[in-house]
């Protein structure tokens, strides 16, 4: 499976994502060529240029706006013909349509508009168009099946919008962070825009450390300020096998928790997206019989899952690891029994075998309804595949 990984180094721009794919092999010729399906004619040009960031070398790539009508901003309904006109596959255009709309009712929310008559000022024009679908248009070109990115950097002090000084960072890219693990700057300046946070967290899967994969192009998008560190986004392209993926293992040892508390915090656990959680007897100072709670989960949720275990229990510290998980494909089948129809987790072997588990809860049901043992449920259910 074909891999990417955002290093926001000093933040993402729309441009600085464009910049980053064709560093990495994209070519700039074939980006063009996509975009001409959106129909704009004349009204923009796309440059690429090699640059020198602090001495890293990079790509700039500028969308040079032609048209003066429109340059600065649309509504949404103006942008979703756009989309709906063009020439455009059906999935790219759904997906820069849910985009744009997300982003709209950001905006609306911040104004405290209908997201109907909400003005994109900043993030409507030709140019913001042109880099939403470019780098949806960019990642499908170079066949990227996943994509994870870093925690995001945010910058400090004042840029001029349409509505005046707006703080950094703008209210619209804090908004779109929601629920996405960020950090802060100490550098004066805009490190994330509104719409490089829009196709970060539209397109990422997760946000945390670097996932294993064997490594096969590297790219370095750049900005258009002078910072004190490089202005540049790092973008790593690599192969991860099939059914690989980096989790992180949170663990905590409790010695004076009650059993209804610890059954209890499992329930929050699993409630907020925990992929598995288990308990471990151990033994801890002084001789006291204790518990090691253990939880497994994607990096984008770590922070939720450990807010739970401070809340929930008396520990004063949390453990971090990250872990790789292989895992095997699988899908879910139906087989009917005398006791009535059975859903069957079937996966797939890398030999070509496979092996199938009858659902639980499913076997339960049938088992209760038909006042007999439940193995009998499984038998029945491995019987009918």
């Given at each position: 499976m074909k891999v990417a990984y955002f290093d926001c180094i000093a933040g993402a721009s729309g441009d600085m994502i464009l910049g980053a794919l064709v560093d990495a092999g994209l070519p700039v010729e074939t980006l063009r060529g996509r975009l001409s399906a959106l129909?704009?004619?004349?009204e923009f040009e796309l440059q690429a240029q090699k640059v020198s960031k602090n001495g890293f070398g990079a790509?700039?790539?500028?969308?040079?706006?032609h048209t003066v009508e429109n340059q600065h901003g649309r509504h949404?309904?103006?942008i979703e013909a756009i989309l709906r006109t063009s020439d455009l596959s059906e999935h790219i255009q759904e997906k820069a349509s849910a985009m744009f709309r997300r982003l709209a009712?950001?905006?609306?929310?911040?104004?405290?508009?209908?997201?109907?008559?909400?003005?994109?000022?900043?993030?409507?024009?030709?140019?913001?168009?042109?880099?939403?679908?470019?780098?949806?248009?960019?990642?499908?070109?170079?066949?990227?099946?996943?994509?994870?990115?870093?925690?995001?950097?945010?910058?400090?002090?004042?840029?001029?919008?349409?509505?005046?000084?707006i703080p950094l960072p703008a209210p619209a890219t804090v908004a779109l962070l929601k629920g996405i693990p960020v950090r802060g700057s100490d550098i004066e300046s805009e490190l994330v825009t509104p719409t490089g946070a829009l196709i970060l967290s539209s397109v990422c899967k997760t946000f945390g450390p670097i996932p294993p994969m064997t490594l096969t192009s590297l790219g370095y998008g750049a900005g258009g300020r002078e910072l004190p560190i490089p202005n540049?986004?790092?973008?790593?392209?690599g192969e991860q096998g099939k059914g690989v993926e980096s989790l992180v293992l949170l663990e905590t040892n409790v010695d004076d928790n009650t059993a209804e508390i610890t059954g209890y915090v499992m329930e929050k656990l699993f409630a907020e997206k925990a992929l598995d959680v288990f308990f471990t007897p151990i033994q801890m100072k002084k001789n006291r019989p204790a518990t090691q709670l253990s939880v497994l989960c994607h990096p984008a949720d770590v922070e939720r899952l450990?807010?739970?275990?401070?809340?929930?229990?008396?520990?004063?510290?949390?453990?971090?690891?990250?872990?790789?998980?292989s895992c095997l494909e699988r899908e879910s089948e139906t087989v009917e029994t005398p006791y009535g129809p059975v859903r069957v987790k079937v996966a797939h072997l890398q030999d070509g075998t496979t092996k199938r588990a009858p659902e639980y809860e499913d076997c339960k049901k049938a088992a209760e309804a038909h006042g007999i043992p439940l193995r009998v449920v499984y038998e029945a259910a491995l019987g009918h595949i």
């Open positions: 129909r704009l004619g004349n790509t700039k790539v500028d969308v040079i706006v949404l309904a103006e009712e950001v905006e609306a929310g911040i104004h405290g508009v209908p997201v109907e008559t909400v003005h994109l000022h900043e993030v409507g024009g030709v140019d913001t168009i042109i880099d939403v679908v470019g780098a949806l248009v960019g990642l499908e070109d170079l066949g990227i099946e996943q994509i994870n990115g870093s925690p995001l950097p945010l910058g400090r002090g004042f840029i001029k919008g349409a509505h005046g000084q540049v986004l790092r973008l790593l392209i450990e807010a739970i275990l401070f809340r929930e229990t008396s520990t004063l510290g949390v453990r971090r690891q990250s872990v790789e998980r």
